[in-house]
């Protein structure tokens, strides 16, 4: 169900290799970046915290715009 709600329904497939780099994107994201309330909102590929001293939050588009991480980077 997630890969249809918070993928599919926002975007126009037009063939299946754009079907394909669509999907590969999104498992990406959802393995590395997408937090899961079953482990206590980390991804599954857990990420350590990062101090303030670390630089400015930045955001960082995935799945094609569709969903953004944030992590911070020295300036």
Do not use: F, W
Not at 8 to 14: S, T
Not at 18 to 28: C, P, V
Not at 58 to 66: A, K, Q, R
């Amino acid at each position: 169900g997630s890969v249809r709600r918070e993928c599919l329904e926002h975007v126009i497939v037009l063939n299946a290799a754009g079907l394909r780099t669509i999907l590969k994107s999104y498992l990406a994201y959802y393995t590395n970046t997408r937090t899961h309330l079953s482990l206590d909102k980390d991804s599954p590929q857990s990420r350590p915290v990062r101090s303030l001293d670390d630089g400015p939050v930045m955001g960082i588009s995935e799945v094609g715009g569709l969903h953004h991480r944030y992590e911070r980077r020295a300036a």
